[in-house]
């Protein structure tokens, strides 16, 4: 039998191990209560189950879509394509623009939801929040799949490794 340790790995030491993990680029967007768009990037998006149709986020409980995404509240996951440097960026905070400057980057539309969806993603899936739970710093959504938008599905992905923005072959 294996004897299960006591230590936790520190931050510092776990986010440099998750750096080794290659994730896929996506940018988060909803509107809040008032109307105002917001978006993020993230890499913590994954399928969760094809029946029903779900996938799973996570994002920081600090930022405002956090707040945002609440039971029933549209949103999409637009996964981008190895142009959308500029995007990832603007959304990942790694650019001075905030907020609603965001969308700039990009080409943006709405859906019948009003959703912002991404123009150019290789797909952006609308979702309505089902649950979510707070683990630690994080929010973690369940977001049921509504509509598949493939706006460019033969793009290569945009990913991030080692701390900077690729793609794959």
Not at 38 to 66: I, Y
Not at 78 to 100: H, P
Not at 116 to 126: D, I, N, Q, T
């Amino acid at each position: 039998m294996l004897a299960t340790s006591p230590r936790t790995a520190g931050a510092a030491t776990f986010k440099q191990g998750m750096r080794a993990l290659v994730g896929g680029v996506t940018v988060i967007a909803t509107q809040d209560a008032m109307g105002v768009y917001l978006g993020l990037t993230a890499t913590s998006v994954t399928s969760l189950s094809a029946e029903p149709p779900s996938l799973l986020v996570c994002v920081n409980r600090s930022s405002p879509m956090a707040e945002a995404l609440q039971a029933g509240v549209h949103f999409s996951a637009n996964v981008l394509s190895e142009n959308q440097i500029d995007v990832a960026q603007a959304f990942g905070g790694q650019r001075t623009v905030r907020g609603m400057g965001r969308f700039a980057y990009g080409s943006w539309f709405r859906s019948a939801h009003d959703v912002p969806l991404l123009g150019g993603a290789r797909v952006s899936f609308e979702c309505v929040a089902a649950e979510s739970m707070d683990w630690a710093t994080h929010r973690v959504v369940i977001g049921r799949v509504c509509d598949v938008h493939f706006t460019h599905p033969a793009a290569r992905p945009l990913v991030y490794h080692d701390g900077r923005y690729t793609t794959v072959e």
